[in-house]
């Protein structure tokens, strides 16, 4: 990384910002100099998430407890993020959650509660951005390469990510004359809790080489690529970040 801080005077607001690659997310734009707003369903982990944010750099940062898939949450997390710091520049839709069943035993319950949080928790999100930010602003959608390829036993989870690079790509029309980019990251393999929990992980029904996975840094440092001016001529991309993985599938 340079010696600039490119989110020096920003304001980013990271969803399920209080583990994983939202974690690693809000450290790196704190590092950078940007305040930062740790959005979480778990209020106790995203109000310890504040000081480290605030040691790394950041010149602000507030918890905000956030249930994506609530709509008048959502708009009550952004109202809170512009009342702490008068604006907002950068939103990444990081919350996710994954069902492990195969498609004879999925249930509609389980349909809704998955695609209340991986895609309509973005839309409302967008809406918000598209509502309050100004010329300049950019937000991130944390997909995944299961939206281009995927395995047994997560259909909902799969279908939920391609749904949201297609939302990536309307938005990104949409917000291009509002002066906001919008565009997608799709993680593979990545050390966090969600990988290791996985049962095709377990089972051994997915094979991962050690060198397919990848720390939640590699992504983070993919996400602010993209919500920074670096990248003001990207918009509505997906960016894979597997490490070459889906290559080789």
């Not at 300049?136 to 259909?155: D, K, M, Q, R, Y």
């Not at 790509?169 to 949409?174: G, Q, W, Y």
């Not at 939640?216 to 990248?231: G, N």
């Amino acid at each position: 990384m340079s010696a600039a801080r490119r989110f020096d005077g920003r304001v980013v607001l990271v969803t399920g910002g209080a583990s994983g690659i939202g974690l690693a997310t809000i450290s790196r734009c704190a590092l950078e100099g940007a305040a930062v707003v740790i959005a979480d369903i778990d209020r106790r982990r995203a109000d310890a998430a504040v000081a480290p944010a605030k040691a790394n750099g950041a010149p602000g940062a507030l918890a905000v407890a956030c249930d994506v898939s609530d709509e008048t949450q959502v708009t009550a997390c952004v109202d809170a993020a512009i009342a702490a710091f008068g604006k907002l520049d950068v939103i990444v839709n990081n919350a996710g959650l994954m069902v492990f069943k195969p498609i004879a035993q999925h249930t509609r319950d389980d349909w809704m509660r998955l695609l209340a949080v991986d895609l309509l928790g973005a839309f409302y999100f967008i809406r918000e951005a598209f509502r309050v930010m100004k010329s300049g602003g950019a937000i991130v959608n944390v997909a995944s390469i299961h939206a281009v390829e995927t395995t047994p036993l997560v259909c909902s989870y799969a279908a939920a990510k391609a749904a949201m690079v297609s939302l990536t790509r309307s938005a990104a029309i949409e917000g291009k004359p509002k002066g906001i980019r919008v565009n997608a990251i799709l993680p593979g393999a990545i050390d966090t809790p969600m990988l290791w929990e996985n049962p095709n992980i377990k089972s051994g029904l997915e094979q991962i080489q050690q060198t397919d996975v990848g720390r939640p840094e590699d992504v983070a440092s993919a996400i602010a690529f993209l919500a920074s001016d670096d990248a003001r001529f990207v918009q509505g991309t997906e960016f894979r970040v597997d490490g070459g993985r889906l290559g080789r599938l």
